[in-house]
């Protein structure tokens, strides 16, 4: 049986690999967090159909896991690639999860035992987790890690609740780091994204004003599962908020920044948009764009409806600064009315930022690893960016999803299933 | 005389209340023990018969749920569940069977929250509706 | 226009509006938006512009400037847009009537011979050679005009002294005339000129090869501008903010503890030539600094630039300053540009549109404070 | 009942995930008290190795034929018990999972008695339901190893080119007498400028020169029998009629070029030029002079009528001014625009004509630019908002960006291949979100224009996918068809259409058939479910009126059986009955 080597495994990682291990190839799957999911299972919803994201990812990463042409190597990265299309040879690097997976059962008994609380990175920091964990309710593969940096017995070499208490001997403080080699006829590589930090866009008081958010953040609030169970949140009274701002282009078409439009964040912020009003009527939630970028099947449309039923107010310019009002935490945010020409302060609750998605962190590590180029804005190049998008300069090693361009759940999908067409196309020696 | 403990059937469809209900289950969120889930396919999977036969066994209530609107993993199963069910409850007020004894609700796999909610609600409810006259007890 | 447009970008606006949603002046002056000016320019509309007396209101802070997510050169935008206006004989208005403009333009005569230096006192060392040089900028004519409510040359008085203290008996020239950064920003480029060639001759002749200034727009001018137009100038110069700083770092001199002091950041100094972090060290060696909520990049003006610009909206702004610093619990308000001391000075100086109570805090110089701060004086 | 049930009966105690809630040990005597059940044990971890060869083990021991484990969700683990029970040769469909973990230990962990009583009726209900359940067999249909695509523009030729590499023979079937679809019309491409001919003769000729492709230009198709691996395509050309059979079919099909006669001047003639008529133009150099030229977006698109944004016109006029004013740099060249959507990296190739000096100019939705066409003169009047007047241009060429439009035929053929359009009259996929390129009916796939407007890199995309999606079944050589599906009893059946016409998946059908009773003989419609398309949801047979359809796995006896379970505490006699 040949094998594919799919480096990443968000929504397109997952695509590529079911695709391949539907048609009888053998994947190795390497993820660097301890689940696969990528960012669609951080989301509550997806846009324009508002399908529950974790409703239809779930079935997807399940099916990962259950396969037996695929291997999950998670908490995993990849330190070499060598050889040539069709003989390749990958070195991954296994990172100690202080667990062997072959026992866990992730019953999660030792989890309500560990003392170590940390701030919960897949919540946007907005609750806690332990130190030993599962990033969430559904991770793939269920099995725990733990974190070395934040582990008392790890750092200190006190506690070791854990050990005690798990019946199925899984925990491991003396697991190191190992590596393995893998021969692999293609490598695919769909590395995603991650999210801007807008702390240094001094007007908008990230991390200086309680209320100010990021989209993420609020996609986790907005959950029923996420830290707030769903409930939108604001200080100081938890109460949920009546006014919303959406501010789009945080970071992103900004040559400062990020000069090019991250496609998706406009029917994002009238997905979350949406979301607020189905969860509390009395929301009004404003966006504020430049373009209103609703370029994809049926998005014009959505827009429409966000306007016409669910009462967005869209509003055409980036706003300039926020400032908030000490004592009651409300914010204002400032901005010019392009369409009427009026600035103006608008008095809000709550400010989301619609920050950028920027190239995934490592990937220029990751390009010099395979071999591969960055473009300009360090997300990877393709072949010839017109008619082999897939491609890169190293025959055999295909590219796919947002690691490419910006691109939705769809096209992120839709390259992922060709990045598969295209490694069996060189797996079975037809390559061009 | 001790406090009136009503039975309640579910039906959760596989791939979105079933996992709601799961997802209870990871959070540790209470909820009444009064309820008994049984995993269809797909909500439009249950049968008007179903629902029927189990109040007239005895249940006290039954839940039908499934995926939101939308969301139907087999694109419109949950839209023939609600107009089913729809359909059945003006038939059950005919017999004279209080309606809200069936609940139909949408519940998605991350709404583990909305499971125990729902459940919590829905047994109140028939608590405050009393037992099911119907069958035997 | 075009070679404006060309010149400071301003063909990549996206009419996005982050810089009108940025703009202070925008927030208290409805006709005013930066963005449709940049707008009016690319749809070919010069007279309209030049016409405009929002053209003049801009007040050059850099607000938007620093933040334009297409990088559009605004406040040299404007510049040029003024200068365009200027040669088709518009002209700004001007705070005082004229005056300073005027008191600027006579400056810029080579014969004239100003009596500029009768603030050195004895207790004062300077020199008519060496290696540093004090800029004093129109300190003297400001003591001149605004006396009544403030001292403008108690500034030049503490930076020499500083200097001194640092073994620095500092060259003050006679010859020394406004750096013509007012004028520049007027649209007046040819005046301009011709008071930087007399001020790089002054230089020159002075042998001095650093200069000292304790204003932020004589700094801006110096540096940025003198290199621009001629060709080959690069004037070494520092604000007086960063000698103290490391004179402090150095342990040359220490400072007492004179309070809690918040800081403004002159637009010159700050978002114009990056200096945040000096004034602040400065303030730290002598007290406590309790930020403004609008601080370093996003610091609000003092509502008036190149004495074109004061109107009420101008004392708005500055009210609002005003009240922010004093929410603040601080003991003074401190800055480091003449302008800004005189501008928050003036607007609490006649009738306050609010209680006085929400704006009384003492607006004190950095250099003022440092020197009275200098332990063993 | 062919053979009585022998369930065996695995309680697991999940560490203390379950065992510290309910009392374990007394469920597993109870479910030994219930009939069918003949063995019933505890594990610590059941889904560990020791508890997995335990069930391996009792099935031996206690000749079991069916059986349940007692612990977590099926949504996890039933894949692991199935094959472990697989493995000790029952068929795996005689396995049940019940939960006692998520839907009791973990969500009554204070009241041990009643988590307990609960998990005695969630095994007393697996019981009853266990008891009924009938083996499945997961039927596979062999698949015609090559494929058919429909339409030979850059999407379909992608696909063919893809497909055909992996190993299968495709048949392109063309409607026009050349392939190259849009291509054939444009003049330069974006991103990179490259000639659409130089792109286009590469494609064709890779296409030409593939041992495995077949193309039949003037061809359309007038039928499609069959279904996921077995398809028979009758396409009709000049010459003969011909039966294509095929395992597979991409559609591509492409799509047109609004033309927007009595909009904004446009007559089909003259110099209101449509961006097809202008790229014709600066395709055969006939543009030799210009000195201004307006281009208006979102003609015909993102309003009344035609709701949707049709993603592509802002680049292609961004791309198109660029051209025009490094042809002509003294020329004055705007973009009369509603915003501009230059998504993506485009953004870039937007700041690049704005570099050369390419005016953007925003009109409003409710005063759009006015066009007046005097002759050779023609005078566009925008009303810019932001000034509150008028601007007017006269330019030598006003440019229309029109959005493509959905072909006329896509009726036809959504009818002949049983797919459904959307509002937009472009083709539906099975999923906006994870299934973009399939539709819902299995072996059918969709990719390029024909699905939304998409420009070159999106075509290519999307070939590449639909040729991956396409590949699966063909180079399995079979499709596994669910193993869970619904069948039609004929006798009951009343022929009344109510489950074909419900069917997403269009798995249920009609056929004809002659019933032959004792005197005569009639003819009647009956359903039929293809297993090789039931996705086994249960829909149609819940609303079958004559309850002909039985949805296996989830049949009415088995779910009836476990509503009484539940109603009837005690040791429960399982329902022996079969509907």
């Known amino acids: 049986m040949k094998s594919v080597l799919v480096i990443g495994g968000g929504i397109a990682g997952i695509q590529s690999s079911l695709d391949l291990a539907n048609r009888g190839y053998h994947i190795y799957l390497v993820e660097r967090e301890p689940s696969i999911g990528g960012h669609m299972a951080l989301l509550d919803k997806t846009f324009p159909t508002n399908d529950c994201s974790m409703c239809i990812l779930a079935p997807k990463m399940n099916e990962c896991n259950a396969h037996p042409n695929i291997d999950i190597l998670s908490y995993s990265e990849v330190m070499d690639l060598s050889g040539n299309a069709g003989d390749f040879t990958a070195r991954v690097q296994r990172k100690a999860r202080y667990i062997n997976e072959e026992k866990c059962t992730g019953c999660g008994d030792c989890t309500a035992k560990c003392p170590s609380k940390v701030p919960n990175e897949y919540n946007g920091n907005l609750d806690k987790r332990k130190s030993i964990f599962l990033p969430y309710p559904q991770a793939v593969p269920r099995v725990m890690t733990i974190d070395r940096e934040h582990c008392i017995y790890l750092t200190k070499g006190k506690c070791g609740n854990c050990k005690k208490v798990c019946n199925a001997g899984a925990v491991d403080y003396e697991q190191k780091d190992t590596f393995v080699d893998l021969n692999v006829a293609a490598v695919i590589v769909a590395t995603g994204f991650d999210m801007f930090d807008p702390t240094h866009m001094q007007e908008y008081g990230y991390g200086k004003y309680a209320n100010v958010i990021t989209a993420m953040e609020y996609e986790r609030m907005i959950c029923a599962s996420g830290p707030t169970g769903g409930h939108l949140e604001t200080a100081p009274d938890k109460e949920h908020p009546g006014k919303i701002a959406f501010i789009q282009c945080v970071g992103s078409r900004d040559l400062q920044h990020n000069p090019y439009c991250c496609s998706v964040c406009c029917m994002h912020a009238i997905k979350e948009s949406i979301l607020a009003r189905e969860h509390y009527e009395d929301i009004k939630p404003y966006i504020f764009y430049t373009d209103l970028r609703a370029v994809g099947k049926g998005f014009e449309e959505y827009a429409v409806r966000g306007e016409k039923e669910y009462g967005i107010k869209y509003i055409r310019g980036r706003p300039g600064q926020i400032t908030e009002d000490a004592s009651t935490k409300t914010l204002t945010v400032w901005y010019d009315d392009t369409v009427n020409r009026k600035v103006k302060g608008l008095e809000v609750d709550m400010a989301v930022l619609c920050t950028s998605l920027i190239p995934a962190k490592g990937s220029d590590k990751l390009a010099a690893i395979l071999d591969i180029e960055l473009d300009e804005y360090g997300l990877y190049k393709s072949r010839d960016e017109l008619t082999a998008p897939l491609d890169t300069r190293r025959p055999g090693v295909f590219i796919a999803g947002y690691c490419q361009s910006p691109k939705d759940i769809p096209e992120s999908v839709a390259q992922g299933s060709g990045a598969a067409a295209r490694a069996t196309e060189v797996a079975g020696g037809a390559y061009i | 005389m001790t406090e009136f403990s009503p039975r309640i059937v579910a039906f959760c469809c596989n791939w979105c209340s079933y996992v709601g209900a799961d997802l209870a289950g990871t959070s540790r969120l209470k909820y009444p023990d009064n309820i008994r889930i049984m995993r269809v396919m797909c909500s439009g999977q249950v049968f008007p018969s179903y629902i029927l036969k189990a109040l007239e066994l005895g249940a006290d209530g039954v839940l039908v749920a499934g995926c939101h609107i939308g969301d139907c993993h087999y694109v419109s199963g949950n839209k023939k569940a609600q107009e089913r069910v729809e359909t059945l409850l003006r038939v059950m007020k005919t017999l004279g069977l209080d309606p809200r004894r069936v609940r139909l609700e949408w519940i998605s796999a991350s709404e583990g929250m909305k499971f125990a909610s729902t459940v919590k609600e829905f047994v109140e409810e028939i608590k405050e509706l009393g037992p099911n006259l119907l069958g035997v007890r | ?377 | ?579």
Request: net charge neutral; with cysteine; aromatic share 8%.
């Open chain 3, 1 to 377: 226009m075009k070679q404006i447009i060309k010149r400071t970008k301003a063909y990549y606006c996206v009419e996005c509006g982050k810089c009108s949603g940025s703009c202070p002046v925008a927030r208290v002056n409805e006709g005013f938006s930066p963005r449709v000016i940049v707008e009016r320019a690319l749809s070919g509309m010069k007279g309209e512009i030049e016409g405009d007396r929002e053209l003049w209101t801009c007040l050059t802070c850099e607000a938007c400037t620093t933040k334009c997510p297409s990088t559009v050169k605004f406040s040299e935008f404007i510049r040029g847009m003024r200068s365009s206006a200027f040669n088709s004989g518009y002209t700004s208005r001007c705070s005082q009537g004229g005056l300073l403009h005027s008191i600027q333009r006579v400056q810029s005569y080579r014969d004239i011979v100003q009596n500029r230096l009768q603030w050195i006192s004895d207790d004062l060392k300077t020199s008519t050679e060496g290696e540093v040089l004090y800029f004093t900028g129109c300190l003297p004519y400001f003591e001149n005009l605004f006396s009544g409510f403030v001292n403008p040359l108690e500034i030049a008085r503490s930076t020499v002294k500083i200097l001194n203290k640092a073994g620095i008996s500092p060259v003050v020239s006679p010859n020394e005339r406004c750096c013509g950064h007012d004028l520049l920003w007027t649209g007046n480029v040819e005046t301009f000129q011709k008071l930087a060639r007399l001020n790089i001759e002054m230089i020159k002749e002075s042998g001095a090869s650093r200069i000292v200034t304790s204003c932020p727009e004589c700094l801006r001018t110096l540096k940025l501008d003198y290199a621009d137009f001629f060709e080959g100038t690069d004037i070494e110069i520092v604000h007086i903010s960063e000698f103290i700083s490391s004179l402090i770092k150095n342990n040359d001199i220490k400072l007492n503890r004179a309070g809690i002091m918040t800081y403004q950041d002159p637009c010159r100094l700050g978002r114009h030539m990056g200096i945040y972090d000096a004034p602040r060290e400065v303030i730290k060696s002598m007290g406590e600094l309790v930020e403004m909520n609008k601080n370093r990049e996003e610091s609000s003006c003092c509502g008036v630039s190149a004495w074109a610009t004061c109107e009420g909206n101008s004392k708005l702004m500055q009210i609002e300053r005003l009240i922010e610093a004093k929410s603040t619990g601080a003991d003074m308000l401190v800055t480091s540009c003449p302008k800004c001391l005189i501008h928050f000075r003036c607007a609490v100086h006649n009738q306050i549109p609010v209680e006085k109570e929400k704006v009384d805090i003492p607006v004190v110089d950095l250099t003022v404070a440092a020197c009275r701060a200098l332990a063993g004086e």
């Open chain 4, 1 to 579: 009942m062919k053979d009585e049930p022998r369930i065996g009966v695995f309680v697991c105690h999940c560490g203390t995930n379950i065992g510290g809630y309910v009392d374990v040990p007394s469920v597993v005597e109870y479910a030994r008290t219930l009939v069918g059940v003949v063995h019933a044990e505890r594990n610590t971890y059941t889904c560990a190795d020791d508890g997995l060869t335990a069930i391996k083990k009792a099935i031996k021991d206690h000749n079991l034929n069916r059986v349940i484990v007692a612990s977590c969700t099926p949504r996890t683990h039933a894949p692991l018990f199935r094959s472990a029970v697989a493995d000790a040769g029952l068929n795996p469909y005689l396995f049940e999972l019940v939960n006692i973990r998520e839907h009791c230990s973990w969500v009554h962990m204070k009241e041990k008695e009643a988590a307990t009583q609960k998990a005695k009726d969630l095994i007393r209900m697996g019981v009853a339901r266990t008891a009924l359940l009938e083996p499945q067999e997961e039927i596979r249909i062999s698949v015609t190893p090559s494929a058919l695509v429909i339409g030979g523009g850059i999407a379909g030729m992608t696909a063919a080119l893809s497909i055909a590499n992996q190993g299968f023979k495709v048949d392109i079937v063309e409607k026009d007498s050349e392939m190259g679809g849009m291509l054939r019309y444009l003049n330069d491409l974006y991103p990179g400028g490259r000639k659409a001919s130089l792109v286009m003769d590469e494609f064709i000729g890779k296409v030409k020169n593939h041992p495995k492709i077949e193309v039949h230009t003037s061809s359309t198709i007038k039928k499609v029998d069959g279904y996921i691996g077995n398809f028979t395509v009758s396409v009709q050309n000049e010459k003969v009629p011909l039966d294509i059979k095929t395992g597979i079919i991409v559609v591509a099909t492409g799509a047109d070029e609004f033309k927007p006669v009595n909009l904004y001047g446009y007559s089909g003639s003259g110099n209101v030029l449509t961006e097809l008529e202008l790229e014709e133009r600066l395709k055969n150099g006939s543009l030799q002079k210009l000195d201004s030229a307006i281009f208006i977006q979102c003609v015909g698109s993102r309003g009344e009528g035609r709701s949707y944004c049709s993603r592509i016109c802002c680049n292609v006029a961004i791309k198109n001014s660029k051209l025009l004013k490094q042809t002509f740099p003294e020329a004055d060249i705007n973009i009369l625009h509603n915003g501009i959507h230059a998504y993506g990296t485009y953004e870039k190739m937007y700041r690049e004509a704005q570099e050369l000096g390419v005016g953007f100019r925003k009109y409003s939705k409710e005063k759009p630019p006015e066009v007046t066409v005097d002759g050779e003169r023609m005078r566009v009047k925008l009303y810019h908002e932001l000034m509150g007047r008028e601007i007017e241009y006269t330019p030598d060429i006003i440019v229309l960006s029109t959005p493509l439009i959905p072909h006329p035929e896509n009726g036809d053929l959504s009818r002949m291949l049983k797919v459904p359009l959307g509002q937009d009259g472009f083709f539906l996929e099975a999923h906006v979100k994870l299934r973009p390129v399939d539709f819902a009916t299995d072996g059918i796939f969709l990719c390029g224009s024909a699905r939304a407007p998409a420009d070159i890199i999106e075509s290519i995309n999307q070939g590449y996918s639909a040729a991956s999606r396409a590949a699966i079944p063909l180079m399995n050589g079979y499709v596994q068809a669910e193993a869970i599906t619904a069948v039609v009893d004929e006798t009951k059946c009343i022929g009344c259409g109510y489950c074909a016409s419900i069917c997403p998946y269009r798995a249920a059908s009609m056929n004809e058939k002659t019933v032959v009773a004792e005197e005569v003989s009639y003819i009647t419609r009956k359903s039929y479910i293809n297993p090789a398309l039931c996705k086994g949801c249960g829909t149609c047979a819940a609303g079958c009126p004559a309850g002909a359809i039985t949805p296996n796995h989830f049949t009415l006896p088995q779910i009836m059986a476990t509503i009484k379970a539940f109603q009837q505490p005690g040791a429960y006699i399982y329902d022996r009955i079969k509907a």
